[in-house]
């Protein structure tokens, strides 16, 4: 991303009554950028908090402490295992992660305590670590990391492989999103308007699953964040294609457990649970003027695609 497009993104996140956090994470090791600490400490300057989100490979002390001088607010270590499994699904050297995330955290600790800098690492679940979720979680609190935050794996929009049965058929369609309205919860993801995300041309997108960029939605130079939620919601009814495929959507991932319980791998209870976590958790999410389950209601009639 160009230093000017970022000043773009900062402007557009200053119009908003409050500020949210702005987080480098999505897709790519936000250490490879040449200019991250120059983001930083512009965004800083403007008010506006940072993240980021790391590997910790390339994070050693040195670039530990010219990131927190920058004015980092806080950092998420993307480890979701260790040693051998570590080093088979990242293909980098574990030991070099791990000491440079122990290391940020005592230079964090004892060098900035006056900062309060959070951290945090994120565990996605997978076959090879999934019953050893727990232990790593507790083996980085331990560490001095303030939170662990576990995710199930997302298939980013279908581009990830993740052998899920929804994506091999069309059955279970009008099934999920009938029980999803007796349930009283909404069709809607509420990803896209929790998660905003900007890709490096400034170009906002549906999240981070549309992985290959297929639909960009407009840009930061032309669109606020706010005119984009109706942007979002004429896409959303078009079903565009990280949407159609993706494991996070409410109708898919209902879809999903259906095919489960059908070859014996699943039972009600899971989705039962699956929909009550939509309800409580993500419906709530979505932006409070919208009505969840009659938004398509509020779309004009023969929405087009857009050609941005």
């Known amino acids: 991303m160009p230093f000017d497009t970022f000043k773009q993104?900062?402007?557009?996140?200053?119009?908003?009554?409050?500020?949210?956090?702005?987080?480098?994470?999505?897709?790519?090791?936000?250490?490879?950028h040449p200019q991250v600490e120059e983001f930083i400490r512009y965004a800083t300057a403007e008010g506006v908090e940072v993240m980021m989100t790391t590997?910790?490979?390339?994070?050693?002390?040195?670039?530990?402490?010219?990131l927190l001088d920058a004015g980092l607010k806080g950092i998420c270590f993307s480890i979701s295992d260790t040693e051998e499994d570590y080093e088979l699904v990242y293909n980098l050297d574990f030991e070099t992660t791990r000491n440079n995330a122990?290391?940020?955290?005592?230079?964090?600790?004892?060098?900035?305590?006056?900062?309060?800098?959070?951290?945090?690492?994120?565990?996605?679940?997978?076959?090879?670590n999934q019953d050893k979720v727990?232990?790593?979680?507790?083996?980085?609190h331990a560490a001095g990391v303030g939170e662990t935050f576990k995710f199930e794996q997302n298939n980013r929009g279908g581009d990830c492989d993740n052998s899920h049965y929804f994506i091999e058929s069309d059955r279970f369609q009008d099934e999920a999103r009938e029980l999803l309205a007796k349930r009283k919860v909404t069709t809607l993801c509420s990803a896209p308007f929790y998660f905003v995300f900007?890709?490096?041309?400034?170009?906002?997108?549906?999240?981070?699953?549309?992985?290959?960029k297929t639909d960009p939605l407009?840009?930061?130079?032309?669109?606020?964040?706010?005119a984009m939620e109706q942007v979002k919601l004429e896409t959303l009814a078009r079903r565009p294609q990280a949407c159609a495929q993706c494991n996070i959507d409410p109708v898919n991932g209902v879809r999903e457990k259906m095919?489960?319980?059908?070859?014996?791998?699943?039972e009600q209870a899971e989705l039962d649970l699956f929909i009550k976590q939509q309800r409580m958790f993500y419906q709530p999410r979505l932006p409070t003027d919208l009505d969840p389950l009659n938004w398509e209601a509020s779309l004009p009639s023969g929405i087009i695609a857009r050609e941005i």
């Open 9 to 32: 993104v900062v402007a557009r996140v200053k119009e908003l009554e409050i500020f949210p956090r702005i987080s480098f994470t999505g897709q790519g090791e936000s250490l490879l």
């Open 218 to 226: 407009g840009s930061v130079f032309e669109y606020s964040i706010d």
């Open 134 to 140: 727990d232990e790593y979680s507790a083996y980085w």
């Open 55 to 66: 590997n910790a490979n390339l994070l050693t002390p040195q670039r530990s402490r010219s």
């Open 102 to 128: 122990l290391a940020f955290l005592e230079i964090a600790r004892e060098e900035y305590a006056e900062r309060n800098v959070e951290s945090a690492v994120s565990i996605v679940i997978h076959d090879l």
């Open 259 to 266: 095919f489960e319980m059908e070859q014996g791998e699943a």
């Open 198 to 212: 900007i890709g490096w041309s400034g170009q906002y997108y549906i999240c981070c699953g549309d992985y290959h």
